[in-house]
């Protein structure tokens, strides 16, 4: 694995304009065209206004910048990491391990909810020290991608 070097920075809510919220949802559906192969493009199309959404009213954002280029970001809200995504060629680069650390140790993070049809991802948070302690049959908009429910150990 060869690491980036990036910058993290909290994006404060009165921040985020559309142009940011813009290039986020375009990255968000670049990450999970790459990762989340069980989506279908409806399942795409349905939930990206739930992340501009969410881009928008998430307690913290944190966006990890390669340069000038946004490489992943972060969103956390009560203790619990709602999203993280990374733009495709910054997979395995240390982005997603260095935006965890950041909202572990500087936000409380302790929980993390992961579908359990992107293996990946559910690795990805056990190394992180992240362990299943529910799982869910639907995701929070009830479709039928099960969600796993992880805590920090």
């Given at each position: ?50 992340v501009k ?52 140790k500087e ?21 992180m020290g ?24």
């Amino acid at each position: 694995m060869t690491k980036t070097t990036t910058t993290v920075t909290e994006i404060r809510k009165e921040q985020r304009d559309t142009a940011l919220t813009e290039a986020l949802a375009y990255l968000w559906e670049r990450s999970v065209r790459a990762s989340h192969h069980f989506l279908k493009e409806g399942d795409i199309a349905s939930l990206k206004p739930y992340v501009k959404e969410a881009l928008l009213t998430i307690d913290t954002l944190l966006l990890a910048r390669n340069g000038q280029e946004c490489a992943a970001f972060c969103g956390i809200q009560d203790s619990k990491i709602e999203m993280l995504f990374a733009a495709p060629e910054f997979f395995g680069k240390g982005i997603g391990r260095q935006l965890v650390g950041i909202a572990v140790k500087e936000h409380g993070a302790t929980l993390v909810d992961v579908n359990e049809q992107n293996p990946h991802a559910a690795g990805f948070y056990r190394h992180m020290g992240f362990e299943e302690y529910r799982r869910d049959e639907t995701d929070d908009q009830g479709n039928p991608f099960p969600i796993l429910r992880m805590r920090l150990k």
